[in-house]
Every structure is written in structure tokens, then in C-alpha cells.
């Protein structure tokens, strides 16, 4: 029986409650009949070392057009996992025993035990590009029309990215994606964030002067404005946007092969003033010429044709990665201030293989710690912001995604509250979203605190941790209904089969956190591929049902 919530006009299905074990089939698995079989707890381990264990996702993974992302085998794919990323220097995770930027095996297997598939993991501009000098240097920030590239060092770059594929190379091994996310937070370190290289702050007359309190006051810093204006016009013969552009060229080039890249996103939460509604048209005129270039400025949400900034680079950023890599997805972020439920104004982008990457965020909660202080106003707005990318996605659709882009919720939670992040979880299980939830480790982060990470530094599960690692389908062989988890443990998927669909569906099963005593599994509509206790539950289609019908209860069959 389905649950349903009701707010604002919206009528979401927030929860299915499943019905328990049907009739027993004969060991062949009848079509069209269920099958079940209780198992003892257990919990597989990821692999050590290459190779992965059976039934886990790999490849290539794709964004045809329409919410769903899908892998090699035709597989509608959903991805859940978490954020790392590390602020200083020198801005990468990677093994370092005894060091603060440590990523070790022990996290990649903790992240794979959870049954997360994908990491968001941060790269840094100031590491890729650090050049050399400070902010308001003449040679970069002098009025007029940008050529140069005197900064980038292509040894320095590749240095830095050998390091992060040791990183995508160990995920690799436990099964799990990485999302590379050129990170930022209020620009740079001069105004308590980071991101950006000193000599890209060109802050003209206006004093650079970090504003007290909390780190976020700095976004409504004078200095801070003129700075990113100048990024996101262009207007310096330094060539900020080129630049930058260059650096996601060569990151791009260096992995288009590597198998466990999902894709990249650009820009980390993107920013400019925004006070009234024409400055907010404003920027989003800018950031879509940024992703685009001036040769496809493309046009706003609504249809509203975009006239780009004169100084922007003819190949944006999208084209210039597509250009060092076709394979990959790249994942575009509106404005920031779209993930406290405000409208997104980007519009269609004709480019293939983009996903709308978007956060949200709640306004009710400490500016200290990050937690709610209103739990219901906090689910509120999250799930208000979910369904407003839900509907906005669709008119970006262009003729290489003619359904719209794929989604994905790369950013939410920062907190330990189990009940509202259960609810995100729920909520993104009813509209078929995948999303990395922030953040795994704390990593001393300058705009953040010590309640946001879902392990400690010993790597001890929070209670984050524990709200997030649950049953899910990681691929659905055919298109699907629904996906839910009751509160009782009960898992429930069901599915439309498709018999271009070559490999089974694959659930993750959280044995020792969710399901101690092991599982009951019940379906119709297909067949266990799957050994008792596998913490991924392999059902193939029986070729003969129009619906599959799967569901997972704790303890043994009855």
C-alpha cells in the first residue's frame, strides 16, 4: 500500500509498504511466479585488489535522455554515495598515512560496505593551476579582452592529477564511481573559502578584507563581488574563464579512459550577487554562456534567448571537455541560491551526456553545526527543492536529450539528524533520484564543522552513516515503478522488465547494519541470480511478466 504526503499542492509518495513473501516456486523459478529463500547474515566484502566482486556495477555509465541514468547493459542505474574533498594544500585526497589529505583502502572499503557506488570527489583549481603572484596582479587583472594562459604549467597539472588517479584508481578497485568536482567556496582563501588561485582575484579598488563571524557572511564581501564579476565576464586580459577552461581540458584528457570516472562537474556551487530578479537573469546569462561558450550561447529557462558576455571564451566548458573527452558525463549546477528551493533559470544545453546536478539545502538549521532546528520546515523545503528540479528538468531537454537531461542530487544532509535525513533518503527513493550526500570525513573544512562527516577520523559510522546505508536498487533491468523502504526494513521495488536489458537487476542489501538476522526475498516476475546473504541480490527478468515485483524482508522466511 502506498503513503502519501501532501504539501503544497504536491501529492508525493513518500513510502510503499510491502506485502511479505509470496507462494514458494519450484526450483526451476516458474515465470510469473515468486521465489524466496531466507538468508543468514552476512555482509560481503568489496574485493581486494583488482577485479570486483560478482554482480557489482562497472563501465561506462550514460545519460540517453530522460531522468534516468543508464549503464553499458541498458540498466537504469542509481547511484548513492558520498563527498569528500580536501581544502588546502595540496588540495587532494590521496593514501598518505599519518597526513590530514589521507584517503586510505580502509575508506574505500568502509564507503563499499555501506553500499555506496560513487564518490564526488574534489579537485581544486589553486592545486591544478597555482601559477604564481597574488591577487590584482596587472598582468592578469588589467581591463580588456583575455588571451593569455601564462599560468598554467602542464607538469604541475600532471603532477597533481597522478595523485588523484591513485584515488579513482582505489575506489575503482572496491566498485566505486568518481564524480570529479572542481570545488570551491566563496572563490578563493582570501575570503575564508577556497577554490580559486590567489592571481585569479581581481578585486580592483575595493580592500580584500575577510568579513568576521561565520565564513558564509563573506559571500555579500565588496571585493569578493568585483572578483567574481570579473570570472564571469571575462573582462581581464589574464583570461580567467580560458584559463580555467584549459585546466578542465587536460583534467578531462587525462582520465577520458579511465573506466570508474562518472563525470565531471565544472563548478561547485555557483555564485555571483544576486539581490533582485534582474541581476539574477543576469547571472544566469553568464553562467549558461560559461557552460556553453559564445559559439552556443543556447537560451534560459522559458526560451529566453542568452547574449553573452563580449570577452567570454568561444568554447565554454562543457564543449571543451567534450571536446578532451566524449565519454564521460558532466554534471551542470545551477546558482547556488536554487538549492534553498529557489528557481533554476538554466535552459536547454545542446550537448549530449549531461546530468542537472543540484543540492538542497534547508534555511532551519545552526549556522554552527549545521543541524535542523526545525526537522519538518527542514524536510519541507528539501523535498520542495527536489520537486522543483523534477519539474524543471524537463525543459532543458535539446536534441541530444530529448526527454531532458538526467538528474542528480550531488549535495544534502551535513548533518547527524537520522530522522530528517531518512526522509531525504525517502524522498529520493519515491522520485527515482540518485545523490551523494555531504560529507564522508570532516577534513578540518573551512566552510564546514564537525557534525557533517558520516564517519570519524578513526572511522567510527556516525549516526549519518547509519541512515544512509540501506537497500536500494543500484540497477533496474527495465524501467522502474517505484522503490521504497518501510519503516520496518521492508525494501520494495517494482519494475517494468525490457528484454533489451542484458544483465539482471542488482540490489544492495545492508546485512549487518539493516538486516542482522538476514533477509527474506520474495519475487514475481523474475529469478534469484544471487547466493543467500549476498549483500548485492541479483533478479533477472523471467522473460514472459509485463512487472517485476521485488521485496526484501528482515529475517528468515516464514
Not at 202 to 223: E, F, K
Request: aromatic share 10%.
Amino acid at each position: 500500500m502506498r503513503r502519501y504526503r501532501r504539501l503544497g499542492g504536491f501529492l508525493v509518495v513518500v513510502a510503499l509498504a510491502a506485502a511479505g513473501c509470496s507462494a514458494m516456486a519450484d526450483d526451476q523459478g516458474a515465470p510469473g511466479l515468486a521465489r524466496q529463500y531466507s538468508s543468514p547474515a552476512r555482509i560481503a566484502h568489496p574485493p581486494k585488489g583488482p577485479g570486483l566482486a560478482h554482480g557489482q556495477l562497472s563501465g561506462l555509465v550514460r545519460a540517453p535522455g530522460g531522468p534516468y541514468l543508464k549503464d553499458a547493459m541498458g540498466r537504469t542505474v542509481f547511484l548513492h554515495g558520498v563527498n569528500a574533498v580536501y581544502k588546502y594544500p595540496p588540495f587532494y585526497l590521496t593514501e598518505a598515512p599519518g597526513k590530514p589529505w589521507n584517503f586510505s583502502a580502509a575508506d574505500a572499503a568502509n564507503i563499499a560496505r555501506l553500499g555506496f557506488t560513487v564518490v564526488r570527489l574534489g579537485i581544486l583549481w589553486q592545486g591544478l593551476e597555482p601559477g604564481s603572484g597574488g591577487p590584482n596582479n596587472p598582468a592578469v587583472c588589467t581591463p580588456g579582452h583575455g588571451t593569455s594562459s601564462s599560468m598554467y604549467n602542464a607538469g604541475t597539472a600532471l603532477r597533481y592529477l597522478r595523485a588523484v588517479q591513485r584515488t579513482v584508481d582505489l575506489l575503482g578497485r572496491y566498485g566505486i564511481y568518481t564524480l570529479l568536482d572542481m570545488h570551491q567556496d566563496v572563490y578563493t582563501q582570501a575570503f575564508r573559502g577556497e577554490g580559486m588561485p590567489a592571481w585569479s582575484v581581481c578585486s580592483g579598488t575595493a580592500p580584500i578584507v575577510a568579513l568576521p563571524g561565520r565564513w558564509s557572511h563573506n559571500y555579500r564581501n565588496t571585493a569578493l563581488d568585483v572578483a567574481v564579476q570579473h570570472f564571469w565576464e571575462n573582462d581581464v586580459v589574464g583570461n580567467l574563464q580560458g584559463q580555467f577552461d584549459q585546466s578542465w581540458g587536460t583534467v578531462a584528457r587525462f582520465f577520458s579512459h579511465n573506466p570508474w570516472i562518472l563525470g565531471y562537474d565544472p563548478y561547485n556551487e555557483p555564485f555571483a550577487r544576486e539581490v533582485t530578479a534582474d541581476e539574477k537573469l543576469n547571472f544566469a546569462v553568464q553562467l549558461e554562456c560559461f557552460y556553453n561558450g559564445t559559439q552556443d550561447s543556447g537560451l534560459l529557462a522559458g526560451d529566453t534567448p542568452v547574449s553573452c558576455p563580449k570577452d567570454d571564451p568561444r568554447r565554454g566548458v562543457i564543449p571543451t571537455i567534450q571536446r578532451a573527452d566524449p565519454h564521460h558525463l558532466i554534471f551542470v549546477e545551477s546558482d547556488i541560491y536554487s538549492s534553498h528551493n529557489n528557481p533554476s533559470l538554466l535552459g536547454p544545453m545542446d550537448f549530449p551526456n549531461l546530468v542537472l546536478n543540484f543540492h538542497s539545502y534547508c534555511s532551519t538549521r545552526s549556522p554552527v553545526t549545521g543541524q535542523p532546528t526545525n526537522v519538518d520546515a527542514c524536510s519541507d523545503q528539501t523535498l520542495h527543492t527536489m520537486l522543483r528540479r523534477q519539474s524543471e528538468r524537463p525543459t532543458m531537454a535539446s536534441r541530444f536529450q530529448r526527454g531532458g537531461p538526467a538528474w542528480f542530487m550531488s549535495e544534502f544532509g551535513a548533518n547527524q539528524n537520522q530522522d530528517l535525513l531518512g526522509q531525504v533518503a525517502d524522498y529520493a527513493d519515491a522520485l527515482q533520484v540518485g545523490w551523494t550526500e555531504w560529507a564522508w570525513k570532516y577534513y578540518n573544512d573551512p566552510t564546514g564543522s564537525t557534525a557533517e562527516a558520516m564517519v570519524s577520523p578513526s572511522g567510527v559510522l556516525q549516526p549519518a552513516a547509519l541512515a544512509l546505508s540501506r537497500p536500494y536498487a543500484q540497477a533496474v533491468a527495465g524501467t522502474p515503478i517505484s522503490s521504497s523502504v518501510a519503516h520496518d526494513g521492508t525494501f520494495q521495488l517494482d519494475y517494468t522488465p525490457s528484454d533489451r536489458v542484458a544483465g539482471p537487476s542488482i540490489i544492495f542489501v545492508p546485512g549487518r547494519l539493516h538486516y542482522p538476522h538476514g533477509y527474506c526475498v520474495a519475487v514475481n516476475g523474475g529469478l534469484i541470480r544471487s547466493a543467500p546473504g549476498a549483500a548485492h541480490l541479483l533478479v533477472s527478468n523471467d522473460g514472459a511478466s509485463t512487472e517485476v515485483s521485488v521485496t526484501v524482508t528482515p529475517g528468515r522466511c516464514r
